[in-house]
């Protein structure tokens, strides 16, 4: 089984930054894409930021400029840096991952943590 655990969520006034951290655990082969989802009260999850492992990005519209994702990969570890927050950045961010375990590939999530932005 794989553990993915989030950290450095928490409140920041508006303008303010943040950086998030997700740590894949367990037994697995390798980690393919990962990538942070958000999802606030009454809406859909959606993405964020995607990073695979050779390291090319892809980020949200709304959050191009302000985010960047990064990943160490001897860390098995994710990386989120958001400068210049909003309010409407509130929401709950999910980590997930694209995990090979030798010949089969499944998909992780972890539980999440909030970032509330006060204006």
């Known amino acids: 089984q794989v553990q993915l655990v989030e950290s450095g969520g928490g409140l920041v006034q508006a303008g303010g930054s943040l950086r998030l951290s997700c740590a894949a655990s367990?037994?697995?082969?390798?980690?393919?894409?990962m990538g942070w989802y958000r999802q606030a009260p009454g809406k859909q999850r959606d993405l964020v930021a995607e990073?695979?492992?050779?390291?090319?990005?892809n980020y949200a519209d709304s959050v191009k400029g302000r985010f960047t994702i990064t990943r160490d990969n001897a860390k098995n570890t994710v990386y989120l840096d958001m400068v210049s927050l909003k309010p409407e950045d509130t929401a709950v961010y999910y980590c997930?991952?694209?995990?090979?375990?030798?010949?089969?590939?499944?998909?992780?999530w972890g539980r999440g943590t909030q970032v509330t932005v006060s204006s």
């Open positions: 997930n991952a694209y995990v090979n375990h030798w010949s089969i590939r499944n998909v992780y």
């Open positions: 990073i695979t492992n050779g390291g090319t990005t």
């Open positions: 367990g037994r697995f082969s390798s980690i393919n894409n």
